[in-house]
């Protein structure tokens, strides 16, 4: 399975970019908010996060492979957790992701379901039931500011270094991990089931 690919950007147009790695040239479907950013980069060397799916009719006989990339690992994933609701498959989420992944888990997060439904693709019954599936999980895309992955910092109890790590992952310093983390832990009222619970937390705290 392709996982990744790095090369020169050779073309990004409508709803594919083309990258040139070593003798071969592949062509990546990407959504809109990837085209803005690689279209910048025509002869620049990029890389993209990719998944592998078969398109077509088995019955008829003809499967097409495609890949399908992000410039972030992060992003790949929030549209692999996209994908998973009901009446959304990858050409429709393809096309409902015009804008960039952390402002669609804000609506998400947000019950937004009129700005869900303005996308390409989504109507009102279908954001409803995005918001019913992911919403719990939305927060952590939410706090998305940056694409860098770090590694782990020196931070003590699994749950917490599993959010301190997502926070760096989404492009957090350090110290604003920290700072954010501390905020809903301090005092030890709160009890969190698990990472989605704080990082959810997190997102209400920053709002507030």
Known sequence: ????????????????????AGPFEYEVLIPEFA??????AIGEEASLHTIEYLEGDPTRGKLTPRLVG??????????DMFCSVDG??????LRAMVRPVEELAVMIEEQD??????LPGIGPATAERIIAKL?????????????????????TNDLLSEAFEILRTLGHSDADARR?????????????K?????????YEQRND
């Open 88 to 93: 959304v498959g990858v050409r429709k989420a």
């Open 135 to 155: 919403r719990r999980k939305a927060a952590k895309f939410a706090l998305l500011v940056g694409r860098k992955e770090k590694p782990l910092g020196d931070v």
């Open 180 to 192: 954010l983390i501390d905020g809903v832990v301090t005092g030890g009222k709160k009890k969190f």
């Open 113 to 118: 379901a009129k700005g869900l439904a303005t």
């Open 70 to 79: 992000f410039t972030a690992a992060v992003e790949r994933e929030f549209f």
């Open 35 to 40: 085209r803005r950013r690689l279209s910048g």
């Open 1 to 20: 399975m392709i996982t990744k690919i790095t090369g020169r950007v050779v073309h990004a147009a409508g709803d594919a970019a083309t990258l040139a």
């Open 194 to 202: 698990d990472v989605e619970a704080l990082l959810h937390a997190v």
